[in-house]
Every structure is written in structure tokens, then in C-alpha cells.
């Protein structure tokens, strides 16, 4: 775990904001949960949990938009297929470039760096 934490909690924020996406989207995850995640920025386990990296609080709002807004359809698509694709280019259009620049893979393959 990281040190001190200022009294905005950016962790609680991105809860925040995952939950406002999965209203906006229609999604109903079990649970939101912000935790350490190591070399990946987000899961969604077929219970319906799906958890964010704690480390993305500190990235930019579009990446996290693009990673929550991932994690979320997953809920709905488990693959990345045609459909997961169109609605992701709905929903965040210039996923493709974000992805691109992530440093770590968004979810369950272990990250390489
Ligand atoms: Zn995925």
C-alpha cells in the first residue's frame, strides 16, 4: 500500500466514476472495488465484481473512462468481440489510441512490464 492519502481519496473518486458509467450504460456490477491490482488496471470476474487498479486514480479521466468503460462491458460481453468493439467505439470513440497507450494491459493477462 501507498503512504499517506490526501482527503479527496482519488480512489473513491474512480469508485465513483465506475459507478456513475455502469448507471449511464445500464450495467449492474455485483460490486465496484479499487485495489492494489498489479500490472493490470482492471478485472471483471464472472461473479460480476469488477475491480479497478488503485494506480488509476492517478491517470488521466479520458484513460479511466476507457478502462472502466472496458471492465463495465465486460459485464455483457465477456469476450473482446465485434460487439464489445462497436460498443466501445460508442461509448469512448478514440479507445484505440488510449489503449495504445497504456503501459500495462487493461486486465487478466499478466502484465509484461
Ligand atoms: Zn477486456
Known amino acids: 500500500m501507498r503512504g499517506t492519502r490526501s482527503s479527496l481519496y482519488p480512489e473513491q473518486q474512480l469508485r465513483r466514476r465506475a459507478m456513475g458509467w455502469a448507471v449511464k450504460l445500464k450495467l449492474r456490477p455485483q460490486r465496484v472495488l479499487v485495489e492494489r491490482l498489479p500490472g493490470k488496471w ?24 476507457y478502462v472502466i468503460v472496458h471492465e463495465l462491458l465486460h459485464l455483457r460481453y465477456r469476450d473482446h468481440g465485434k460487439q464489445f468493439k462497436a460498443m466501445m467505439t460508442a461509448v469512448v470513440p478514440n479507445w484505440r489510441e488510449l489503449e495504445q497507450a497504456s503501459r500495462h494491459s487493461t486486465e487478466r493477462q499478466a502484465g509484461t512490464d
Open 42 to 65: 482492471g478485472s471483471c470476474a464472472p461473479d460480476g465484481v469488477v475491480t479497478f487498479a488503485e494506480d488509476l486514480a492517478n491517470e488521466g479521466k479520458d484513460f479511466q473512462d
